[in-house]
């Protein structure tokens, strides 16, 4: 007998958080991720393809991309091996979001807060949190610019054990971590979307 395929495989994620016949489960991630004062209640998946501006522009391919209830522009990318470029990768990634929203002539005031989520299935940042945010904010003060930019590593290795899997996101990162332990189907009986 075969076990589940694992969820952290791109084309695997993508089937269950990029589908469009299961938005709950996006919301639910989504939810658990960004901790809105406002819940998610809807999400449009969009094609994953980065529109070029030019004919030489590079070709990306993001793994989910949504717009949310919030009118927030979504991605959220899954990688499973260190290629050491996660950081310029992500803010590129963010920057395409950002500037494709706009047409010639459009003002500025119709731009949506664009937040970039990265699942890495590997240690990438100096600190010892497993989800670290960052956003644009003086180096003096520490005063934000602004919440238009936002960027969420995820690195699953720092999940330690005997974290509350009453925090939603604690139970996604066990689900991606290893779909058929004891703890994620002791979820599954209480959590629908799991």
Not at 119 to 134: A, D, E, G, P, Q
Request: glycine share 2%; charged share 30%.
């Amino acid at each position: 007998m075969r076990g589940l395929l694992d969820p952290k495989m791109d084309f695997v994620f993508k089937n269950i958080f990029g589908s469009e016949k299961h938005p709950n489960i996006l919301i639910s991630f989504l939810n658990a991720t960004l901790k809105p004062k406002d819940l998610i209640t809807e999400v449009e998946i969009k094609n994953t393809d980065l529109n070029k501006g030019y004919i030489e522009d590079k070709f990306s391919r993001l793994d989910v991309k949504a717009t949310t209830s919030n009118n927030e522009i979504i991605n959220i990318e899954i990688q499973l091996k260190n290629e050491y470029n996660m950081i310029k990768r992500s803010l590129y990634y963010w920057s395409k979001l950002y500037s494709e929203q706009l047409n010639e002539g459009e003002d500025y005031s119709l731009l949506k807060r664009t937040i970039c989520i990265n699942i890495l299935n590997f240690k990438y940042l100096k600190t010892r949190m497993f989800h670290s945010v960052y956003r644009m904010k003086e180096i003096h003060t520490n005063e934000e610019l602004s919440d238009i930019q936002e960027i969420h590593f995820i690195e699953i290795p720092k999940l330690e054990d005997g974290s509350d899997e009453k925090d939603m996101l604690v139970a996604w990162i066990e689900f991606l971590k290893n779909p058929e332990s004891e703890k994620v189907r002791s979820l599954e009986m209480s959590v629908d979307e799991i």
